[in-house]
């Protein structure tokens, strides 16, 4: 399997369809003299849409990302974009060690869930060496241990209307006068039940630190790590996502990356 998704990335890189292909600014701050102008915008679009096809086509909905062995891991997993919260929200669950925290399951569900984070370290559990692959042009492999995220919408039971799983976050992204900007994202639901998607607690057999997500962050290894948000405190079922901030699912898809973000 892992020579099968070698291939694909390799098939992506070379086409151009991936996202990675284009760096654009990166994953920590929106470079506010980054101008898309239409024409590019159309083409990450374009190309946007071939990933997600060719993702399809190629792999399927199960095919799995590769995983590594613990000798791969040579290094500590890279902190990136907002590695300590400046939120009043945050500081006062982390100064409780998140004892007070809630993991929220709402929208297009028939049984809204709130979760503790010993409820969810209760549930079956996936490990997973994985290599989280940056939009900036960095990789690191680390070990990963979470909730599959399929087992909360089993348990919250999604709507036939839902189509999207849209990722609500503590930490404020940009801030400016018209009102703070938290980060948030989408996958789709093919994505979302994927065996490799977790809610991650652990990270390399510790509990998940401050600067890579804390308490929990998303893992969805078959796409690039903007799409996988850090400091998660509720998950919303969505029929769509046109409405909701900029439009486009995601806070830097609001900003021009694409939406898919496939590897």
Same mark, same amino acid.
């Given at each position: 399997?892992?020579?099968?998704?070698?291939?694909?990335?390799?098939?992506?890189?070379?086409?151009?369809?991936?996202?990675?292909?284009?760096?654009?600014?990166?994953?920590?701050?929106?470079?506010?003299?980054?101008?898309?102008?239409?024409?590019?915008?159309?083409?990450?679009?374009?190309?946007?849409?071939?990933?997600?096809?060719?993702? @399809?086509? +190629?792999? /399927?909905?199960?095919?799995?990302?590769?995983?590594?062995?613990?000798? %791969?891991? =040579?290094? *500590?997993?890279?902190?990136?974009?907002?590695?300590?919260?400046?939120?009043?929200?945050?500081?006062?669950?982390?100064?409780?060690?998140?004892?007070?925290?809630?993991?929220?399951?709402?929208?297009?569900?028939?049984?809204?869930?709130?979760?503790?984070?010993?409820?969810?370290?209760?549930?079956?559990?996936?490990?997973?060496?994985?290599?989280?692959?940056?939009?900036?042009?960095?990789?690191?492999?680390?070990?990963?241990?979470?909730?599959?995220?399929?087992?909360?919408?089993?348990?919250?039971?999604?709507?036939?209307?839902?189509?999207?799983?849209?990722?609500?976050?503590?930490?404020?992204?940009? @801030?400016? +006068?018209? /009102?703070?900007?938290?980060?948030?994202?989408?996958?789709?639901?093919? %994505?979302? =039940?994927? *065996?490799?998607?977790?809610?991650?607690?652990?990270?390399?057999?510790?509990?998940?630190?401050?600067?890579?997500?804390?308490?929990?962050?998303?893992?969805?290894?078959?796409?690039?790590?903007?799409?996988?948000?850090?400091?998660?405190?509720?998950?919303?079922?969505?029929?769509?996502?046109?409405?909701?901030?900029?439009?486009?699912?995601?806070?830097?898809?609001?900003?021009?990356?694409?939406?898919?973000?496939?590897?």
């Amino acid at each position: 399997m892992a020579k099968f998704e070698i291939s694909r990335r390799k098939f992506l890189t070379a086409t151009g369809l991936g996202a990675s292909g284009i760096m654009l600014s990166g994953c920590d701050a929106f470079d506010s003299q980054l101008s898309i102008g239409s024409g590019l915008r159309s083409f990450l679009e374009n190309a946007n849409g071939l990933t997600h096809k060719a993702q @399809r086509l +190629l792999g /399927g909905g199960n095919s799995l990302a590769p995983e590594f062995t613990e000798a %791969d891991i =040579r290094q *500590p997993m890279r902190p990136n974009g907002v590695t300590a919260p400046d939120d009043d929200a945050y500081k006062a669950l982390l100064a409780n060690n998140f004892a007070d925290w809630r993991l929220e399951v709402s929208g297009l569900v028939e049984k809204p869930l709130s979760l503790t984070r010993e409820q969810l370290m209760n549930m079956p559990s996936r490990t997973q060496i994985t290599r989280h692959d940056c939009v900036e042009g960095w990789s690191c492999i680390a070990k990963w241990t979470g909730t599959p995220l399929a087992l909360l919408l089993d348990q919250a039971v999604v709507k036939p209307q839902a189509r999207y799983v849209m990722f609500h976050c503590l930490d404020t992204i940009d @801030r400016s +006068l018209s /009102g703070d900007i938290k980060y948030y994202g989408t996958i789709d639901l093919i %994505d979302a =039940r994927h *065996p490799q998607t977790i809610l991650a607690y652990g990270l390399n057999g510790k509990p998940l630190p401050v600067e890579n997500g804390a308490p929990l962050r998303v893992r969805v290894e078959r796409q690039l790590g903007y799409k996988m948000p850090k400091y998660l405190y509720k998950i919303e079922l969505v029929d769509g996502f046109a409405t909701i901030g900029g439009g486009r699912g995601g806070y830097w898809e609001d900003n021009g990356y694409d939406w898919y973000g496939g590897i």
